[in-house]
């Protein structure tokens, strides 16, 4: 019989990345036990990268940007996830707001903390 993993804090890189794997392995699972499995984990996940990743204080645009340059996305993988070019095109020249989904979707797809995301800032007159 299969031993089931065990989690608990994450204090590694090596538990961070191990707890990803499981993550990505679960997520589309529609069983009871790997729903609150990767609830869990979401919350260990969190909790560890908020105590190791200084992010900057910058507005959330601005910190979107630099996660998609971390990540060598451009825009069109933002839309793939949301599923419209021209709001993020939008969006991302400070010309509409992110949108609840928005700030949901690109906090999973960058791994940023919803409330990095949700900060108020400046928009441009159009």
Same mark, same amino acid.
């Given at each position: *019989? ?14 961070? %990345? /191990?707890?990803? !794997?499981?993550?990505?392995? #679960? ?10 499995? *990767?609830? =869990? ?6 909790? &560890? ?16 940007? #630099?996660? *998609?340059? /971390?990540? %060598?996305?451009?825009?069109? /993988?933002?839309? !793939?996830? &949301?599923?419209?070019? %021209?709001? #993020? ?7 509409? !707001?992110?949108?609840?989904? *928005? #700030? ?10 919803? /409330?990095?995301?949700?900060?108020? &800032?400046? =928009?441009?007159?159009?």
């Amino acid at each position: *019989m299969d031993k089931k993993q065990q989690w608990f804090l994450i204090k590694t890189k090596k538990e961070h %990345g /191990d707890a990803l !794997a499981r993550y990505e392995t #679960i997520k589309y699972s529609e069983s009871e036990e790997d729903e609150k499995e *990767m609830l =869990l984990l979401v919350h260990l996940i969190e909790k &560890y990268e908020n105590s190791v990743w200084d992010l900057p204080e910058v507005d959330p645009i601005e910190l979107i940007k #630099i996660r *998609m340059e /971390d990540f %060598g996305y451009k825009s069109s /993988d933002l839309a !793939a996830v &949301y599923g419209d070019k %021209g709001t #993020i095109s939008k969006v991302l020249n400070y010309k509409q !707001a992110l949108s609840l989904t *928005m #700030i949901r979707k690109f906090s999973q797809l960058l791994r940023l903390p919803v /409330d990095s995301l949700i900060k108020e &800032y400046e =928009l441009k007159a159009t």
